[in-house]
């Protein structure tokens, strides 16, 4: 990014903001878009600045017109339910002041959106709040089951597609860019081995069985702001909101947030699956899904955990072959610590895969 403090300033400028800002500071630990909050005179936060990561979202208009469409429609909802504070229930999206939803400034795309006053966002889970993240998710997609078909574009094509996936693992093999494949054979013959198995859904879609739906596509528990009661407020992270497979917004999650251990995680020992929050999610997530998901649709959660954990084993080490190009890193060998990190969960889901589907068969 790089920007000064006085060009930040000015490119909030080129927005419609009602209030002085003075200063603004780094915020939140994306790896894609990087995020700013403005700092005012009295030292309150009023807007958050994005920086769009056009490198990524390529189509920066249909982004935006996605992230408009979500809005709007989820604002409707919240006002035809009558609930109070919609400003702190949904995120509000600032025109720049000729009336466009983003301001390039020649180079990179930016957006503003307001601050929640109080907001936060939890990092650790507890079963409270797992089954407060849990409601919120299936709340999100079921807000948004009656978007018509075509109004939502894929901002990342085929983001969540396994089979377009694994084709770029396989491209970045054939390639071996960074010429690192050698060290990491015992991972390719690891995910190889679980490929067919793993492309479930776009073979359900292509046979005609299976729909898209609108998901998030990025249920970590840091992708929902709560109140300093613990109360669910809204979800946030709008980039990947899109038409895709059910399994992404219960697999993220599963994938994130009932890992005892880090993403990537040094200490593998540390990675194990913690059934309780799993449990408490689910349950949160049916109570307000069960409406618009399928009986096929149900008994397939459990195995999007597996599923999401799988894909994002072959992201990372897609993007360790092609010598890291897509992942932000904090170290040189940070995607393929990350990979074997993922691969641990995997193998903990899969030895828990009975007793995850049991529990979702009592719901
Ligand atoms: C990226 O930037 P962040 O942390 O919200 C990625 C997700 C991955 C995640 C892995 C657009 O999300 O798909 O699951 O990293 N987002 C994109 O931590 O690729
Ligand atoms: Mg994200």
Do not use: R, S, Y
């Given at each position: 990014m790089g920007q000064t403090k006085e060009q930040l300033l000015d490119i909030l400028g080129q927005f419609q903001l009602e209030d002085k800002v003075t200063d603004v500071k780094p915020f939140g630990d994306g790896h894609i878009n990087e995020t700013l909050k403005t700092i005012d005179e009295q030292g309150n936060s009023k807007y958050i600045l994005q920086h769009i990561n056009h490198a990524i979202f390529t189509d920066v208009e249909l982004l935006q017109n996605n992230i408009h469409a979500v809005t709007t429609h989820i604002r409707k909802k919240l006002e035809a339910a009558g609930e109070k504070e919609i400003d702190r229930k949904v995120l509000t999206f600032l025109p720049t002041k000729?009336?466009?939803s983003y301001y390039f400034d020649g180079d990179s795309y930016w957006r503003v959106c307001l601050y929640i006053a109080g907001s936060q966002t939890i990092d650790e889970l507890n079963v409270h709040s797992a089954y407060e993240a849990g409601k919120a998710f299936g709340n999100f997609q079921s807000m948004l089951?009656?978007?018509?078909?075509?109004?939502?574009?894929?901002?990342?094509?085929?983001?969540?597609?396994m089979e377009f996936r694994l084709q770029q693992f396989n491209d970045a093999l054939q390639a071996n860019a960074a010429g690192r494949l050698e060290e990491v054979q015992d991972l390719v013959a690891e995910i190889n081995k679980r490929a067919e198995a793993m492309c479930i859904q776009e073979k359900l879609y292509r046979e005609g069985t299976l729909k898209k739906r609108i998901n998030?596509?990025?249920?970590?528990?840091?992708n929902i702001l709560f109140d300093k009661d613990g109360n669910v407020l809204c979800v946030i992270d709008?980039?990947?909101?899109?038409?895709?497979?059910?399994l992404s917004d219960i697999g993220d999650f599963i994938r994130?947030?009932?890992?005892?251990?880090?993403?990537?995680?040094?200490?593998?020992?540390?990675?194990?699956?913690n059934t309780e929050i799993f449990e408490t999610y689910a349950r949160g997530y049916m109570e307000t899904a069960k409406d618009f998901l399928t009986p096929q649709e149900i008994k397939l959660l459990p195995y999007g955990g597996r599923l999401l954990t799988y894909m994002q084993t072959v992201r990372f080490l897609t993007d360790y072959l092609n010598g890291d190009t897509y992942y932000k890193i904090h170290s040189p060998k940070h995607n393929l610590q990350r990979t074997r990190a993922q691969f641990k969960l995997l193998q903990e889901l899969e030895a828990k895969a009975s007793e995850m589907d049991a529990i979702i068969a009592q719901f």
């Open positions: 000729d009336g466009k089951a009656d978007i018509p078909d075509g109004v939502l574009g894929e901002t990342i094509p085929n983001f969540h597609n998030h596509c990025d249920t970590k528990v840091n709008l980039d990947t909101v899109m038409p895709g497979f059910v994130t947030g009932c890992n005892t251990g880090a993403e990537d995680d040094e200490n593998l020992d540390n990675v194990k699956v």
